[in-house]
């Protein structure tokens, strides 16, 4: 490979809360290692991988100009993300108008249900759910209704319709979030799915906000369709938020994008966005966003995907040999895995906390699902070289799940 997906990359020091937030006993965060164990860090969402080197020779070389002032995002911005959505995903017809500056994806989220609901009112999710959307729709005083998916016979995570347009008509619900590639479930979601889905929405008048900030994170054999290009109608009443920050592992540096087609809804989502005169774009983020949406930047992310495959492969065929009590649907996008140890906690008698503090006794450093509501799920961030991994599931099969 062009790339280095492979070297161990030294982050202590750096910033970086995945290796130095460890044992700090607040929000979710883990416990150090015992003595003897490094940490191998599978719990935060972002990746152990330098960024394709496009990305700092971008910004240093803005940050080489001693002035950082007011500015106006460059034509270049807009048409970075024009040629980025139409090479990866196939979308014509974008223009500049259309594309909004968000500080992050939960802001837009907010700010859009602020523009079609009130606080107190009821959005519609699937379950599991990604955390930050629990932690922002409820800490703004929207109240959740989850509409659970059902793993089919294939092992498969699949949205349940039926539920969903209940659940929508019973609650008088206005406005959904939707998760496009889905998170945690890992599920890249075919084109009848989405069709149904936005279906579904249309059929309750609903205003659907699409987090596809995952949508260039796809393992070999999927593919990511926009839910914006299912229908005209779904162009007309999405939301859709993107940002470079998963796939290039820019998430310090804070910038994301929307893309809303209707006017009306364009405008309601950035007269909110607007008021607090808080959601303004950094100029190094712009560079950045220019730097990785580059030729280079797309070479870089086909390279990842099939490291992210491989990495994913040899976990999911890990578990299978080695851990036959624990259960996972295989991931289709991301690089994450969503694991269910409800069986093997029944059969050793052990609850979650004490399963989750024996990997991090050993350096495994996984994450706790329950708050993405899996009862007995564990999450794991699989974006390391490959040989971490390995050494992260034999210490696994040495000293946890024994």
């Known amino acids: 490979m062009k790339y280095d997906f492979t070297s161990i990359l030294e ?15 607040a929000g979710l965060s883990p416990g150090k290692p015992r003595e003897g164990f490094d940490a191998i860090p599978m719990w935060v969402a972002d990746m152990n991988f330098p960024t394709v080197p496009t990305i700092p020779a971008a910004i240093i070389a803005r940050a080489g100009h001693p002035a950082y002032g007011y500015f106006e995002p460059r034509e270049e911005y807009f048409q970075s993300i024009i040629n980025w959505q139409e090479t990866r995903n196939g979308v014509t017809g974008l223009t500049p108008e259309c594309i909004g500056y968000e500080n992050g994806v939960l802001g837009c989220v907010i700010s859009a249900l602020n523009a079609f609901a009130a606080p107190g009112d009821p959005v519609l999710l699937h379950s599991p759910t990604y955390i930050g959307f629990t932690g922002s729709i409820e800490n703004n005083g929207f109240s959740i209704v989850h509409s659970p998916l059902k793993v089919d016979e294939e092992g498969v995570w699949r949205m349940d319709f039926a539920d969903m347009d209940r ?104 007269a909110v966005s607007g008021k607090s005169h808080y959601n303004s774009m950094n100029v190094l983020s712009m560079h950045a966003l220019i730097g990785a949406y580059g030729p280079e930047g797309q070479e870089w992310v086909d390279e990842l995907c099939q490291v992210l495959t491989e990495n994913v492969e040899f976990a999911c065929d890990y578990i299978e040999k080695h851990f036959p009590q624990i259960h996972l649907s295989r991931p289709q996008g991301t690089y994450m895995l969503f694991l269910d140890c409800r ?6 008698g052990k609850t979650m906390d004490e399963l989750l503090a024996a990997g991090w006794e050993v350096g495994v450093i996984w994450q706790d699902g329950r708050p993405f509501h899996g009862e007995y799920a564990i999450r794991m961030n699989l974006a390391l070289p490959l040989g971490r991994v390995q050494e992260a599931f034999g210490r696994l099969d040495e000293y946890v799940f024994i």
């Not at 982050?11 to 006993?25: I, Y």
């Not at 069986?343 to 050793?348: D, F, I, L």
């Open 167 to 270: 659940k929508l008509k019973e609650n008088h619900i206005h406005a959904a979030v939707f998760c496009s590639p889905h998170n945690p479930t890992d599920r890249v979601w075919e084109r009848w799915e989405l069709e149904r889905a936005m279906e579904v929405y249309r059929d309750n008048d609903c205003v659907v906000i699409s987090d596809e900030i995952w949508s260039d994170l796809i393992l070999t054999g999927y593919r990511h369709i926009p839910t914006q290009s299912v229908s005209e109608d779904a162009r007309k009443r999405t939301v859709a938020v993107y940002a470079p920050s998963k796939t290039f592992n820019l998430a310090g540096l804070v910038g994301s994008y929307h893309i809303i087609y209707d006017g009306y809804l364009r405008d309601r989502v950035r």
């Open 343 to 348: 069986e093997w906690c029944k059969s050793h």
């Open 11 to 25: 982050r202590h020091g750096q910033d970086a809360l995945a290796v130095d937030g460890l044992g700090k006993g």
